[in-house]
């Protein structure tokens, strides 16, 4: 069976640091992968997608960006954390028109 | 972005009562998906609905897919204390990362 691992579960960074949270899905080969952010509260606001290796498609511009080295892993990245950056990030996988989350990170940044 | 109309925004209800949840949109849509988030987890696929009219059932959970495409409920019969949680629909016009997401209806159950 497939599953997707996220970490770390929490995070609370100072403003101007970087950033990098990882995601894996296992069980599967070639999945679409996501990260998405959630603000308290509210609904889910999709980051950035992929298709597959190296390939990031970013849906609204932003401090973070996005990378996938390997077919299964994809990594939310900042260079210099803003406070506007905290908020809930999910990552995801797709198959067969369906969305699979992992548990999540809550970041703070302060 | 673009967002479907999810309502209502929250429910108070007494346990063993049932509940209905709805979005609307004005365009229509190939899938919907629903969702159940917990506090600090990811949201959990409940149920997934393909085609125009379509009724599925998850334990005691009921989804419609509407005729137009245009919108889409969920039931929950004789509603628990573990019911509690915010529930999100999401319909999907075409590839997977088109999903547009309802802005979630929260549930709360009275003590």
């Known amino acids: 069976s497939q599953t997707i691992h996220q970490w770390p579960a929490t995070l609370v960074q100072p403003v101007g640091s970087p950033l990098s949270l990882e995601c894996t899905v296992e069980?599967?080969?070639?999945?679409?992968l996501y990260w998405y952010r959630q603000a308290a509260g509210r609904g889910l606001q999709l980051l950035f997608y992929?298709?597959?290796?190296?390939?990031i498609s970013s849906e609204v511009p932003q401090n973070l960006s996005a990378s996938r080295p390997q077919d299964r892993q994809f990594i939310l990245s900042s260079k210099k954390l803003l406070l506007s950056d905290s908020g809930f990030y999910l990552c995801?996988?797709?198959?067969?028109?369906?969305?699979?989350f992992g548990s999540g990170t809550q970041l703070s940044v302060l | 972005g673009q967002q479907l109309n999810q309502s209502p925004q929250s429910m108070f209800i007494q346990e063993g009562e049932d509940v209905s949840m709805n979005c609307t949109s004005s365009?229509?849509?190939?899938?919907w998906l629903w969702y159940k988030q917990e506090p600090g987890e990811g949201p959990v696929l409940l149920i997934a609905?393909?085609?125009a009219g379509e009724l599925t059932s998850n334990g005691r959970l009921t989804a419609q897919f509407g005729i137009t495409r245009k919108d889409s409920f969920l039931n929950i019969s004789a509603s628990i204390p573990s019911d509690v949680g915010i529930y999100f629909c999401?319909?999907?016009?075409?590839?997977?990362?088109?999903?547009?997401w309802g802005a979630g209806t929260k549930l709360i159950i009275k003590p």
């Open positions: 609905l393909y085609k």
């Open positions: 999401a319909g999907q016009k075409g590839s997977n990362y088109q999903l547009i």
């Open positions: 992929s298709v597959g290796i190296g390939q």
């Open positions: 365009s229509i849509f190939n899938t």
């Open positions: 069980g599967t080969s070639n999945p679409n």
């Open positions: 995801a996988w797709s198959a067969n028109e369906k969305l699979f």
